[in-house]
Each structure stands twice: as C-alpha cells, then as structure tokens.
C-alpha cells in the first residue's frame, strides 16, 4: 500500500517562475517528511525536511510546506533554474524511522 | 569525501539465474540500506543493517534475496533465482548513525540496474 502519494508525475516550469510539488501521505503516525532529488544514472540526494513540529522550512531557493491536518505537503522551488531539472521523490517515516517514499515528480525546467 | 559505490551498475540475466551486487558505504557510516526502486516507483527498502547486524529485513523476499554485511562494513545483496518482477535498480544507501534513522542522513549510491529477461 501506498503510504506516500505524488500524484503528479511530471511538472514543466518555465526558468526563473516557481515549481510547485506536491505530496500527500495516509499515515498519521509519520512525523519526519524529507524531500530527495535524483539525476538520471546517480543515487537521490538529499534536498531538505521538516519535522512535524513545524509547519515550513525555508533552504535557499526551496521551502518545504506541511499540512498535517490535510496529511499534505509541499515544496516550492523559487525561481527555477535550469539545474532543477530532476526527479524529486516525497519520503516520509514514523519513529521507526524507516523511510516510505513516494513514485517521484519529474520536473523539467524550460529556457 | 568518497561516496556510496555500488558494482557493477548494470547487469543483465534471465530468469532463474543468480546475481549479486555490492556496495561499499562511506566510510564510517554504521548503518547502511538495500532499496529495491521499480520503474515509476519510489525506493522500497529491502533490508537495513546497523554495523554488522540487521535491523529490518521485513520487506526482503528471503526465498530468493539474501544480503550480508561482514565485518560492518561492505555489503552484498544476492538474488537467486531471479523473477522477471525483480527487474529494479537497486541502491544502497548509508548513515552515520549507529541508531539509524529517518532524521540521519542517507546517503545514496548509483544504483545497479537490474533487467531480467
């Protein structure tokens, strides 16, 4: 089962405007969201988190967003560059702390 | 400071056949993990070792995975026989912390993609 959902399999942005993607997750126990970005032929890296205790968190040019009451978050990419063009996966674990991850959101940055 | 290596990065064999990959985590590291990441999926986690025991091995199909990690430090997931399901890039990923967890770091290595024919 899918705990972790992107629904959105890809995303094309024009350079310099905002991505936005999207996550939602079912397990009310998660309390650790994290947000990895994956080049073709390398492993994911990671990109930045947010505890439940908080509500943003703000990296640069990347903000991540969580909704707990709507089991939903989001990170924000502003402005896009042309470097952003990737696969940017959700993941989200409890206090077990294994990772659940999500099917990933290919974004492509237009010139 | 190195990385996650991971050999070889492709491999291609048919069904019923065996094949194994190793990883070697970034030095220090005392945990490390096994992903499996079918086409248009995210990772799944197929085993994790603290040091040299395991810590989750819940999702390994142990009649055909096997995975071992002497002396806590390199790793190598087996397959034997392969399916046609397990066509997959399989990463390996390690941690600092001698606890795991999802608030440490992973880091990942390449990946060796898996097709079975």
């Known amino acids: 089962d899918q705990q972790v959902k992107q629904n959105s399999p890809s995303l094309s942005v024009q350079e310099g405007r905002i991505s936005i993607l999207n996550c939602d997750y079912t397990n009310s126990m998660f309390d650790y969201f994290l947000w990895y970005k994956k080049y073709p032929a390398e492993g994911p890296t990671f990109l930045i988190s947010?505890?439940?205790?908080?509500d943003k968190n703000e990296d640069g040019r990347f903000t991540v967003f969580l909704n707990k009451s709507a089991k939903h978050l989001s990170l924000h990419i502003v402005p896009s560059q042309p470097g952003d063009s990737a696969v940017y996966f959700c993941?989200?674990?409890?206090?077990?702390?294994?990772?659940?991850f999500g099917a990933g959101t290919t974004v492509t940055v237009r010139a | 400071e190195a990385g996650v290596a991971q050999s070889p990065r492709y491999k291609i064999i048919e069904k019923r056949q065996s094949v194994a990959f190793w990883c070697n985590p970034i030095?220090?590291?005392?945990?490390l993990y096994w992903y499996q990441q079918i086409l248009g999926q995210g990772p799944k986690l197929l085993i994790q070792?603290?040091?040299?025991?395991?810590?989750?091995d819940s999702q390994l199909p142990k009649d055909r995975f096997s995975a071992e990690r002497l002396k806590g430090v390199d790793s190598t997931l087996k397959i034997q026989p392969a399916k046609l399901e397990d066509s997959a890039v399989y990463l390996c990923?390690?941690?600092?912390?001698?606890?795991?967890?999802?608030?440490?770091?992973?880091?990942f290595g390449p990946g060796t993609r898996l097709t079975v024919l």
């Open positions: 030095s220090g590291h005392a945990t």
């Open positions: 947010i505890s439940s205790i908080k």
């Open positions: 990923a390690s941690s600092l912390s001698s606890s795991g967890g999802g608030a440490d770091e992973q880091f």
């Open positions: 070792f603290q040091n040299n025991g395991v810590v989750d």
């Open positions: 993941a989200a674990s409890a206090r077990d702390y294994k990772l659940s």
